[in-house]
């Protein structure tokens, strides 16, 4: 018997944070049945240079007032709290350090981070750190995503999890885009992060 407590990582620029994030990591958190899912926003992730991502301190605290509902979810700064970029295969080493060898790690992704996996920092050793689970996301091609995973399997022996979430074709770039344009973000996110971009006049422009 396997007797590791297991726990799910988020990772994400939560810019901001949304219900697509928050239902993938309750689905997967009962599916695997973890103890916990702990959100991690990004630092800087050196793949989003192509925007200004928005202060750590507002992506921090709307992550904090998504979760504080949910009694098995919690908040890292892990990744805010350093200097320069952040890649998740130091993140990882850092929890395994943290947590010791009794705790077993899954790291939750949508479908559409997975086909870029391959570039991360350090990827053989990231796969040897945790597991990895896919959630199905809309608006991404199935077979593009088998094919990857059929690959990981060849080239590194990892089997990649895969879960399919209810249908949430909700983005922060679509959100972003709707708060610039003056259009309704409600039912997309939790009330409080809504409320909180509108007091702080977060994506505006
Ligand atoms: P952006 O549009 O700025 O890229 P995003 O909505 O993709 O934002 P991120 O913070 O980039 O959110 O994503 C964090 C993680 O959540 C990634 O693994 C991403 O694949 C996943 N994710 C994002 N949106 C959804 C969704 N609607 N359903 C399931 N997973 C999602
Ligand atoms: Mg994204």
Redesign the pocket.
């Known amino acids: 018997m396997d007797n590791h407590i297991k726990v799910g990582i988020?990772?994400?620029?939560?810019?901001p944070i949304?219900y697509?994030?928050l239902?993938?990591a309750e689905a997967v958190r009962y599916k695997f049945n973890l103890a916990k899912v702990i959100f991690v926003p990004s630092g800087n992730p050196p793949h989003k240079e192509a925007r200004v991502i928005t202060e750590k301190k507002h992506r921090y605290l709307m992550t904090i007032l998504a979760t504080v509902t949910n009694p098995n979810f919690e908040v890292s700064a892990i990744e805010l709290n350093k200097e320069g970029y952040t890649y998740t295969v130091d993140t990882m080493k850092e929890f395994k350090t943290i947590y010791g060898e009794n705790f077993e790690f899954y790291f939750?992704?949508?479908?559409?981070?997975i086909l870029e996996i391959l570039k991360w920092k350090d990827i053989d050793t990231l796969l040897n750190l945790c597991n990895f689970v896919a959630?199905t996301?809309?608006g991404f091609n199935t077979k593009d995503l088998a094919d990857k995973l059929e690959y990981i399997k060849k080239t590194y022996d990892k089997d990649i999890f895969r879960v399919e979430?209810p249908s949430?074709?909700?983005?922060?770039?679509?959100i972003?885009q709707r708060v610039a344009h003056g259009e309704p973000i409600k039912y997309l996110l939790p009330e409080a992060v809504e409320r909180y971009i509108q007091k702080n006049h977060l994506y505006q422009e």
């Open positions: 988020m990772g994400g620029t939560f810019d949304h697509g994030h239902v993938t939750i992704t949508g479908a559409d981070a959630a996301r809309p979430v949430l074709a909700i983005s922060s770039t679509d972003r």
